[in-house]
C-alpha cells in the first residue's frame, strides 16, 4: 500500500519533470546525543553537562529529479531557536521556491499536523510550482531525510555538550556541510530506504 502511494506520486513527478523532494523535522538541545566511545581501559568516559533544556530545531529536505538523475541530489537545511509551527514552516517552503526556483516540486512529507493544518493547505493551493505527497503513516523508514538526522547525530551531534545552543547548532552544520560535500551520501540514503527514483541512478 505505501508502496503505491510512492509510485503514484513518482509517475506525475516523471510527468512534469519534477523534483522529488523529502523534508522532515528534528531537535536539538544542550543535552548530549550519547553515543559510544573509546576511553582508555578502566575509566568510563563521563559527559558533563549543564542540564539545559533549550532547543532548537532543524529541518531538512533532500531532492531527487524524477526524470535525470545525472542532476545530482540537492539539500536544503534550516535551523532556527524553538520548534516549527505552520508559519515557520511555511517560511521554510519560501527558502524552499527559491531555492528551486523555475522548477518543479513534489513535497513529501508526514502527517505532521502543522504539514496538513487549513493555513499550510490555503498558501500550497496558491504554489504552481508545488503538490505535496504524505507519507504512509508510521513509516519513517521511507524518509530518506531520516538517514540523514542518523549521520549526524552519529558523528558531529555525538557526545557533544556545549556550554550554549550555539555549539550544538555549529556542530549540526558541520554535519549537513559534510553531506553537502559527498553527494554519494544522499543517495545512499535513499537506497536505505528501499525506494526508487529512476530504474537506474549513481551506485555508491
Not at 35 to 46: K, L, N
Not at 76 to 88: E, K, M, Q, V
Request: with cysteine; net charge neutral; aromatic share 10%.
Amino acid at each position: 500500500m505505501g508502496g503505491a502511494r510512492v509510485a503514484t506520486h513518482q509517475k506525475g513527478a516523471l510527468k512534469n519533470r519534477a523534483w522529488i523532494v523529502f523534508f522532515d523535522e528534528s531537535g536539538i538541545s544542550l543535552l548530549p546525543q550519547v553515543r559510544r566511545t573509546y576511553a582508555p581501559r578502566g575509566r568510563t568516559p563521563t559527559l558533563t553537562h549543564r542540564l539545559n533544556w533549550k532547543r532548537a530545531s532543524m529541518a531538512a529536505a533532500l531532492g531527487y529529479h524524477a526524470a535525470e538523475a545525472g542532476r545530482g541530489a540537492r539539500l536544503c537545511f534550516d535551523l532556527r531557536p524553538g520548534s516549527y509551527d505552520t508559519d515557520a514552516l511555511i517560511a521554510v517552503l519560501e527558502q524552499l521556491k527559491r531555492f528551486y526556483e523555475g522548477e518543479r516540486v513534489v513535497l513529501v512529507w508526514d502527517g505532521l499536523s502543522a504539514h496538513w493544518s487549513r493555513a499550510m493547505r490555503a498558501w500550497v493551493a496558491d504554489q504552481d510550482w508545488l503538490t505535496l505527497e504524505r507519507l504512509p503513516a508510521y513509516a519513517p523508514e521511507l524518509n530518506p531525510v531520516e538517514m540523514l538526522w542518523s549521520a549526524i547525530k552519529a558523528r558531529e551531534l555525538a557526545n557533544v555538550a556545549g556550554d550554549h545552543l550555539a555549539d550544538v547548532a555549529d556542530a549540526a552544520e558541520q554535519g549537513i556541510n559534510r553531506i553537502c560535500a559527498d553527494e554519494r551520501l544522499a543517495w545512499s540514503f535513499l537506497t536505505h530506504t528501499g525506494l526508487e527514483i529512476h530504474p537506474s541512478y549513481p551506485k555508491n
